[in-house]
């Protein structure tokens, strides 16, 4: 009431009613939160008291208008005086009491009355005497500043509301406030149901209110949008919802889950609308405050403004990654994790239930299934009601039954998403390299099908029909970087062998004198570098891995170093040409070359003079060669250091081999085995070991350390080989050595490796040129005139087809309904998840059947791609048979008493999520049809471009989404004209704009590393990448 006059428009009570009526009240009024009271002048207040004491109404002591006069520090602003003591300034009256004072005395001109609210402050209720007082302005207007009195218990809705009607904020407009503290530093006020209390607002501080821009972006952000060109920035005018996702770093599995929720129009449409903003739950426990909500909402209106071509996600990204651990960094995911993280976050963010009952779940006992469903939704909706819920959630039934007492349980679950398993063949199949024992034939790429489950001689046992080589005369070894990751037993599973790995079987010679022992020998070929390795702190000289590696089987008393070097020289006959008599070097320069050998002081650390001594006590060892293990076990010296070498030229040729790399069926290679700037190229290698007559000159004592970088784990390799020296009789002088030399030159030196292919220090066993401590590993060093000039690098890079190669492979198809039926079989329970019957009182490996009961309005289908099992892992590329229209889920239902009340269950296709490559890495994009147009768009990261509906099925399909055809909103906008295949203009974006993004090369380590592979983008994440290719020419 705000008279200001006393009121005449009823006579007062009498002066004693007027005193017990105002005593009472103010005896019996208690405080509560929210009341008002009012501030009244204390003189005034006395005088009245005095006046109904004495009775008369004619009294002197008549106090006449309310006036507070005396509360202000002016009557301008009328704003209270400081500090200001209750009971000695002032008096508090409640607010019935104040109303009656008012109508009977009426109040000065022009003086507000002064109501106050009572604040609930901790322990304590207050009537708030002094307000907040806020100064308000517009982000797009700060000089434009008003002052603002709000109580303690106002809630910031009430701010905005102010604010709105004091800028004439436009009604409709999306508003958010900020708050800005003395210190400059700015938070938002996001939960508008909070009072000011609670968001610690106090005097002097200031309120500041944005409007979302049309572009859907917010003025404070100044997000980071591709653009064409700076002109136009502002002119540009797209179809909303047609807009691409930044990637920030291995981030397209989320733009392609984002794109497919974008595109999914109840959701999209509830988003627009603002609609989330009433609804979001800043107090849910399980939530992530209304920050994943917001940060969707802030996604979603920039894609649908129409106003950009790309938008970077990159807050998005961030509230994720701070909700959810697992998405922190720049790391490859899965884009169906992501999207169950993101549906449930909505959901809690989002859920219209703010506090939530507990529930005691009922089992069926017996009840028909349609009231024990009935029972288990209004539960689950009695907790979870949003517009998730509302959307995506479905009800599946659950059929338990106990193997023993054959006790049967029903429960009725809630589904956000169906996870369909796809059949999975028991066969595999397997591309590997055959190395023949005939030095002179080139590896055959042969297609063999072995068992899923199978070992490797299963391998051997399948490539044998083909070669007609006893599987007990093979071996089989994993090629990478010319040298061996792995060399594998007959009874290791084949699930170790990736379909991306170089695989290589060997053939191995029978030797005739049995009685003696046998070693199976690792080669590498090995160039050494025209410069010194001062590095390592020797004189010796650096060395490059190149060519393919090589298996053979030999007798142990076969491994002098002539006769090595004459079985090497025959089993590289096909590339290696021996020297003609006229080819021989002069004999100053054979001097001179060995001068420079004798000139190193040390090879890997040991003299000359030492070696001397070391061969004069040869001694045989001990040590049992294990050609029994044939794994790799020795590791790189971490001593060596890697000194920068000249890259090799490498003839590189193409083959279809997946992500395998071989040259020829000999060794020889010539990347480094870390170098990261030389091309990779493995070689495949024939293990035959053919006895060798006559003996070359003896490799040098001296050979050169080869810098290496271990950059794959190897678990076999636990033991050092030891480097071998030349081993001439114990009594045989140096100088013979000389003469030796200048009679005859070798190609190559033979060096004992460990398994990187690595010198180590040591010398071979009783004047042998390999260790038999461990699985022995030997290099032959070519200098790089030698390797120029014997050594042809196209020859051994050759390779031919076994006709497999030529039978086309069958892609294997399924129907979508094969795996919905396949979701809905009986399967029993795992040993590590049991099921506790409590009828037996013990956990039972029961059978298990879901059965579809309802279905919400969008079905999401995850195609279980990646089968993960005791043997295998791998991904399913089997193309599943999805229809775009009418896919009809009643036979899927198992209620099958459907009412006309009851919505239909044709459902069509309205997006797909795609993952292209294997299971360490790959790439996600999507299609996605436009709800306001009806085209489908194929959505690339920021890369936008029409799609064809003939182009979506393919075997990269990763999740479904499908909308029930009585919800589908009919287009409101005509299709586009130009077609697919010519269209050009709704290319977006292009490489520039990730760089526009400020996605520098330094910004991100995992960038992904895009590369077009049959005709399809994937994206390597560089941690990811294993391997490098390099192929046979044809």
């Not at 209304?290 to 909402?297: D, L, N, W």
């Not at 250091?641 to 992500?659: K, L």
């Not at 239909?904 to 299609?927: E, F, K, M, Q």
């Not at 489908?936 to 920021?942: L, V």
């Amino acid at each position: 009431m705000t008279a200001n006059s006393r009121c005449s428009a009823a006579e007062p009570p009498g002066l004693e009613t007027q005193r017990r009526e105002i005593e009472s009240l103010l005896r019996e009024c208690e405080l509560r939160a929210g009341d008002s009271w009012y501030v009244v002048d204390r003189r005034w207040f006395e005088q009245w008291k005095e006046f109904v004491e004495t009775g008369d109404q004619n009294s002197s002591s008549f106090p006449g208008q309310i006036d507070n006069t005396e509360l202000f520090e002016d009557l301008d602003s009328y704003h209270l005086k400081e500090r200001l003591v209750e009971n000695e300034d002032f008096v508090l009256v409640p607010a019935e009491a104040w109303h009656k004072l008012l109508a009977w005395y009426g109040m000065v001109d022009d003086q507000p009355p002064l109501e106050r609210k009572v604040v609930d402050l901790p322990s304590t209720l207050k009537v708030e005497v002094y307000p907040v007082e806020i100064f308000l302005c517009l982000h797009s207007n700060m000089e434009n500043v008003i002052t603002a009195q709000f109580s303690r218990a106002d809630n910031i809705h009430s701010i905005q509301r102010a604010m709105c009607q004091a800028f004439s904020v436009p009604p409709g407009s999306e508003c958010r406030l900020w708050m800005k503290s003395s210190d400059s530093s700015c938070e938002r006020l996001r939960n508008v149901h909070m009072s000011v209390l609670d968001a610690c607002l106090s005097s002097g501080m200031t309120v500041i209110m944005e409007t979302r821009n049309a572009d859907g972006t917010w003025p404070s952000s100044r997000p980071q949008i591709m653009r064409n060109s700076v002109e136009d920035q502002d002119s540009y005018r797209g179809q909303a919802g047609v807009c691409g996702l930044t990637n920030l770093g291995n981030t397209c599995f989320m733009n392609s889950a984002l794109q497919c929720l974008s595109n999914t129009p109840p959701l999209t449409e509830y988003f627009l609308r603002t609609s989330y903003l009433e609804e979001l739950n800043f107090t849910n426990p399980l939530g992530m405050k209304g920050e994943i909500a917001e940060a969707y909402a802030d996604v979603i209106k920039q894609m649908w403004s129409g106003r950009h071509y790309s938008v970077v996600p990159r807050v998005f990204k961030t509230k994720v990654g701070h909700f959810a651990s697992q998405f922190l960094g720049y790391q490859q995911h899965d884009s169906q994790e992501l999207l169950s993280f993101l549906l449930d976050g909505l959901h809690e963010d989002l859920n219209r239930v703010k506090n939530k009952e507990y529930i005691e779940l009922r089992d069926a006992n017996g009840r028909p299934d349609q009231e024990v469903a009935e029972e288990a939704w209004r539960n689950h909706r009695r907790r979870n009601d949003s517009v998730i819920v509302d959307t995506f959630h479905g009800l599946f039934k659950s059929t338990l039954v106990c193997p023993e007492c054959h006790k049967v349980s029903v429960t009725f679950d809630p589904f956000c998403y169906l996870s369909v398993p796809l059949p999975v063949s028991k066969e595999r199949v397997m591309e590997v390299f055959f190395v023949s024992l005939d030095p002179y034939a080139k590896p055959v790429q042969h297609r063999v099908v072995v068992p899923k489950a199978g070992k490797v001689s299963d391998l051997c046992t399948a490539l044998s029909e083909m070669t007609n080589v006893p599987p007990t005369r093979m071996v089989v070894a994993d090629v990478f970087n010319h040298r061996f990751y792995k060399i594998y037993n007959t009874e290791e599973s084949l699930s170790c062998i990736l379909d991306r790995d170089d695989i290589f079987v060997y053939e191995l010679s029978v030797l005739e004198e049995q009685q003696e022992e046998q070693v199976l020998l690792a080669l590498y070929l090995r160039e050494r570098s025209h410069y010194r390795d001062y590095g390592s702190g020797s004189s010796s000289y650096g060395t490059t891995l190149f060519g393919h590696p090589l298996l053979l089987n030999v007798m142990r008393s076969s491994c002098s170093r002539e006769a090595l070097y004459n079985l090497f020289l025959q089993r590289l006959a096909r590339y290696v040409r021996p020297p003609d008599p006229s080819e021989e070097l002069e004999e100053e320069e054979e001097e001179e070359d060995e001068e420079e050998e004798l000139d190193k002081t040390q090879t890997n650390g040991i003299s000359d003079d030492e070696e001397q001594e070391d061969v004069e006590n040869p001694g045989p060892s001990q040590t049992e060669p294990c050609c029994s293990d044939p794994s790799p076990s020795s590791q790189s010296d971490g001593t060596v250091t890697t000194e920068p070498q000249p890259e090799v030229n490498h003839t590189e040729s193409s083959m279809d081999h997946g992500e395998t790399e071989t040259s020829n069926g000999s060794m020889n290679q010539t990347e480094p085995v870390c170098s990261a700037d030389t091309n990779s190229s493995n070689s495949t290698r024939d293990s035959g070991s053919i006895a060798g007559t006559g003996a070359g000159s003896e490799a040098p004592a001296e050979q050169p350390q080869q810098p290496c970088e271990t950059t794959e784990e190897e678990s076999e390799e636990g033991k050092q080989e030891e480097a071998c020296s030349p081993s001439p009789s114990a009594n045989e002088h140096p100088a013979k050595r000389r003469a030796c030399r200048k009679r005859r030159k070798s190609l190559f030196t033979i060096q004992a490796v460990n398994s990187n292919g690595t010198t180590e220090r040591g010398m071979g066993e009783g004047g042998s040129a390999v260790s038999f401590s461990s699985q022995p590993y030997v290099a032959i060093d070519w200098d790089p005139d030698m390797k120029k000039r014997f050594y042809n690098e196209n020859e051994a890079e050759k390779y031919v087809k076994h006709a497999s190669m030529e039978v086309p492979q069958q892609q294997t198809t399924v129907q979508l309904q094969e795996c919905i039926e396949l979701f809905t079989t009986v399967e029993t329970l795992e040993e590590e998840n049991p099921w506790y019957c409590p009828v037996c009182k013990k956990h039972q490996l029961a059978t298990k059947k879901l059965d579809l009961w309802s279905l919400p309005e969008v079905v999401i289908i995850h195609l279980k791609r990646f089968s993960y099992t005791k043997f295998t892992r791998e991904k399913l590329d089997s193309i599943v048979d999805f229809p775009l229209r009418d896919l009809d889920f009643s036979g899927c239902l198992l209620r099958k008493t459907v009412s006309s009340e009851e919505p239909p269950s044709r459902y069509d296709l309205i997006a797909v999520s795609n993952h292209y490559g294997g299971l360490r890495d790959g790439h996600y994009t999507s299609y996605a049809r436009n709800k306001d147009n009806g085209q489908w768009y194929y959505f690339d990261d920021s890369k936008v471009t029409f799609a064809r509906e003939d182009q979506i099925m393919t075997n990269a399909a990763y999740v479904l989404f499908y909308h029930r055809q009585d919800k589908i909103r009919i287009p409101t906008l005509p299709a586009p004209n130009a077609s697919p295949a010519s269209s050009t203009q709704s290319d977006v974006t292009s490489c520039k704009d990730d760089e526009a993004a400020g996605l520098g090369a330094s910004s991100y380590v995992a960038m992904e590393q895009k590369h077009h592979l049959a005709g399809e983008l994937f994206d390597f994440p560089v941690c990811a990448e294993r391997r490098t290719q390099a192929k046979f020419p044809l």
